[in-house]
């Protein structure tokens, strides 16, 4: 059984823990193609024999083997590890609210965003490259499975997401951009229309380019002097959640 830790070009990916295998099978089983097990740990906990039991039903290979999780780096908390295929999806091309990340580098920080996009009703997210894979177990263990109920499309540019997602007919869509600039409105202060609109966030050290300020609408999060910014995952958060209750 040939196997190795997760690369960044390989087509397959590792879903550590049985929240994430479990979040997986729910939601995209034809993705996995084994699940791997600890055999002397196989028939504790009534929520593994559940997992077991589901995904049987699903006819997915299930391999007990303890040396698969030395090789694959797992923690010895870790029960089960779903290897998948990474899905090639699109982002939904009107009417519903994109999140766009320009080279986010931080996988904590992709996987805590993609868990409160989810939670916030949000299923499409743009990501700008260069920027940290989505499908790093990191990052998928940080967003606690919720990569799974999103559509994540890369681009080599804002400017090619704009091309492709920017404008259909009379709908153009709303650009948000979170950044200091002269003209950033604040927040709380923001009022709109339509669901088609696009919240864009910077990277985690140097924000978003001056540049935007040309295509987007700027805005900020009024804080205290006290700290010198927020967290990118946590003003996303902020952002999503203040955006979804406009509706």
Known sequence: MKLSRYKHDSELSYAFGATLVYELAK?????????????????QGKKIIEILSMLRGLEIEIIENNKVFNVLGAKESCLLIAEFQKPNTTLTPIGT?????????????????MRSAVAFGYQDIAII????????????????????????????????YSQLYGNFGTNPRKYYAFMLNKNAQK?????????????????????????FANVAQPIFIPQSDNVDSLN???????AMYHFSQQK
């Open 27 to 43: 939601t995209h089983p034809e993705l996995i193609t084994r699940v791997f097990l600890r055999p002397d740990l196989s028939m």
């Open 187 to 211: 927040l709380t202060e923001l009022s709109y229309i339509s669901n088609n609109y696009a919240i864009i966030f910077g990277n985690e050290a140097t924000g978003l380019p001056e540049s």
């Open 129 to 160: 490259t260069p920027a940290v894979d989505a499908y790093d177990p990191k990052t998928i263990r940080a967003s606690m499975g919720a990569i799974f109920h999103l559509n994540i499309q890369q681009f080599s540019s804002f400017e090619n």
């Open 232 to 238: 990118l995952s946590v003003a996303s958060s902020i």
């Open 97 to 113: 609210a994109h999140i766009v990340l320009v080279n986010p580098s931080d996988s904590g920080n992709l996987g805590a965003i």
